[in-house]
């Protein structure tokens, strides 16, 4: 017999109350004698534990209201992790065979967990083009099939919308709810459609936001344009720059030390209970470079986008040396205080 929830409409009512809607967090720390205070979105609070939820919701939505994506159809992806995942599990949850096309240098953990949820891994070395390798590998794979769905999470629009409907509406709900609205927003870029779609939505409310992509200072793929070294930050600077991504619409690119993100993602856990993952370190420095740039008092906005179980067989869970130039031992992490969600009334 057939169910409400075996229909696809059914299912995405469903998931959007599985998606989103994440808890804002402050932290108070004092740096250079001075205390301050980051928001943060806890975007590993989600359905698979990560904000790719969004994208992979919208972008399936999206497809099947276009009809690009029909039952039985192969979900098929180049990703890095995250996304992934959050294919892996939506894709499962609306009845698709899910493969995912993986470099094979990404952590144990999120090989696993795309293969927990039924999904196949096709892991691609350096030697086999890596990142690029992957992306040709998947198109490669859907031009033999007809029943193939592409996301394409790199140049879908629906990336960006995901979190121009979503993320930002949240983050600009919750600010105005303490009474606060943002002045800046740093993220780290992957895909980029964090960065852009918050953007658009922050600056349509006002235009002098500033919105500042992140990268690690390692590998420069935003301020050179093109590949350049490696890193160890998974899930940013995936060796080019998306097509979905445009530099001319936003600030000037933050460059953080991978060193120093292992560094604070270790100290966020240790002295305040928030077990996230390298990228967020990251984040919550640019965050604080930011508050550099504009004003120490400045409400400056980022997201943690997922937490630390992806990352245990990583160097997050070795010592790291610190050099000079990090900043993570001058911050002083003092407490952590809460936003809360946004409801769905609220944008």
């Known amino acids: 017999m057939t169910t409400l929830l075996d229909t696809p409409t059914s299912k995405f009512l469903a998931l959007g109350r599985l998606v989103g809607n994440t808890p804002m967090i402050t932290i108070q720390y004092r740096y250079r004698g001075f205390d301050r205070l980051v928001y943060a979105k806890c975007e590993y609070i989600s359905l698979t534990g990560s904000i790719k939820d969004r994208m992979a ?20 992806e180049a990703t890095s992790g995250n996304t992934g995942i959050a294919f892996a599990a939506l894709g499962r949850m609306l009845g698709h065979p899910v493969k995912i096309f993986m470099p094979d240098w990404m952590s144990q953990e999120r090989v696993q967990l795309i293969k927990g949820y039924g999904a196949e891994v096709v892991s691609v070395s350096k030697n086999d083009g890596g990142f690029l390798g992957s992306i040709r590998m998947c198109e490669e794979f859907a031009a033999s099939r007809k029943d193939v769905f592409l996301p394409r999470q790199f140049s879908n629009g629906a990336n960006v919308d995901a979190h121009a409907e979503t993320t930002g509406p949240e ?18 870029v992957g895909t980029g459609g964090t960065v852009m779609g918050v953007g658009r939505y922050l600056r349509a409310h006002n235009s002098a936001i500033r919105v ?53 993602a270790q100290k966020l856990a240790s002295t305040l209970g928030l077990a996230v993952g390298i990228s967020s370190g990251c984040n919550f420095l640019a965050a604080v470079r ?7 008092d400045a409400v400056v906005v980022t997201v943690f986008c997922d937490d630390s179980k992806k990352y245990l067989s990583t160097a997050l869970t070795h010592e790291e040396p610190v050099k000079p130039e990090y900043k993570t031992p001058e911050i002083e992490l003092l407490s952590v205080g809460t936003v809360g969600r946004a409801c769905e009334f609220c944008h």
């Open 57 to 76: 919701l919208r972008i399936l939505q999206q497809a099947y209201s276009e009809g690009k994506i029909e039952p039985g159809f192969t979900i098929a």
């Open 171 to 188: 983050i600009w709900s919750q600010l105005m709810s303490v009474g606060k609205r943002p002045e800046a927003f740093v993220c780290g």
């Open 212 to 264: 500042h992509p992140v990268e690690p200072a390692e590998s420069p793929t935003l301020s050179t344009g093109c590949k350049a070294g490696s890193h160890r930050i998974q899930g940013i600077s995936d060796e080019f720059i998306p097509a979905i991504v445009q530099l001319k619409d936003l600030n000037e690119v933050i460059s953080i030390h991978d060193g120093d993100s292992i560094l604070m």
């Open 290 to 296: 930011a508050q550099e740039m504009v004003d120490r």
